[in-house]
């Protein structure tokens, strides 16, 4: 929502308007999966938990559109709050870009506004966050980064999906890298008020799941390995980064596989294509002691936990 729209969006927008309604899943898995040359077989429609909508607020970002697109392709029923309803249909392809079309336009800023779109769902991811080049002021960080946290989660929490079982109710934050420094060389105030979010997610009654990416490429996914860690760790490695759709994929996971009590760095390296990615979130909950690739880095002099 907060920032420009991928360079390559532009194709698969024009593929969902020509086939808007009539495209078949399956033709629209294998559209997206040549288009950002990810294997079939990586991109295959895994069975939902549940059939409650899943909620992207900022989705027609460079990172929230490609989560929205990956989530559809996995069968999973997706809405999207968005700001406008013109750029909704320039970048996710919409048709009516209404609520029919499961569009809700709103801002994360605005409580009142999130609350029609997060009425009836379970789980949200929020892909809504302010670039280091919007040239925002600090109230307007805040307002994104913690206060749209904050509001997003009152709007899950509202009356009308507290009948829900207990521990249904779950939020996926998007993050980022870089918030263990007081004094970080790149968006301060952002990586601030985005560790401030963390922290009040973590003091909610509710499963959440914090993926704080290192730094965001537009490049295809699916050509490196991904690698899990915690502490800033992959900076002072120089892996610092990560494609927009490799994030896209894994967060895609956790909300398809209902992670949560995870709160875990993304990067990646060369080496073998991560397919499994199952196997990559369930790494991330290891030891602090080392890193999901354990014979890359120890980290038992940086960390130690006590029995």
């Known amino acids: 929502n907060y920032s420009s729209p991928p360079k390559d969006s532009l ?49 027609t970002g460079r990172t929230g559109s490609l989560l929205y697109f990956e989530l559809l392709a996995r069968g999973v029923p997706v809405r999207a709050l968005v700001r406008s309803a013109d750029r909704a249909r320039a970048v996710l392809g919409c048709h009516a870009c209404n609520e029919s079309d499961g569009i809700y336009v709103g801002d994360v800023t605005d409580l009142s506004s999130i609350l029609p779109a997060a009425k009836g769902v379970t789980t ?80 909610l009654a509710v499963g959440t799941t914090v993926v704080k990416p290192c730094g965001l490429t537009n490049g295809p996914a699916g050509n490196s390995t991904l690698i899990t860690g915690h502490d800033d760790v992959f900076l002072e490695a120089d892996h610092t980064v990560v494609t927009r759709l490799d994030v896209a994929r894994v967060v895609a996971e956790v909300v398809v596989e209902r992670s949560k009590g995870l709160r875990f760095d993304l990067c990646a390296r060369n080496g073998p294509v991560t397919n499994d990615l199952v196997e990559l979130i369930e790494g991330s909950k290891r030891s602090w002691e080392y890193v999901t690739d354990g014979d890359m880095m120890k980290l038992g002099e940086k960390v130690k936990v006590k029995q």
């Open 124 to 203: 949200v991811a929020i892909a809504a966050g302010v670039s280091g080049t919007d040239g925002a002021d600090g109230a307007e960080i805040r307002a994104v980064e913690f206060d749209g946290v904050r509001n997003t989660a009152a709007a899950l929490s509202q009356s009308d999906n507290r009948g829900v079982p207990e521990g249904t109710l779950r939020i996926v934050l998007i993050s980022s890298m870089g918030t263990m420094s007081p004094n970080p060389s790149f968006g301060r105030d952002i990586l601030f008020w985005k560790l401030n979010a963390e922290a009040f997610l973590g003091s």
């Open 11 to 59: 194709d698969i927008t024009q593929v969902t308007v020509m086939f808007h309604r009539s495209f078949t899943l399956t033709a629209f898995v294998a559209a997206y999966s040549l288009h950002h040359l990810i294997p079939l077989a990586a991109a295959a429609i895994h069975p939902t938990k549940d059939a409650t909508p899943v909620l992207i607020t900022g989705a």
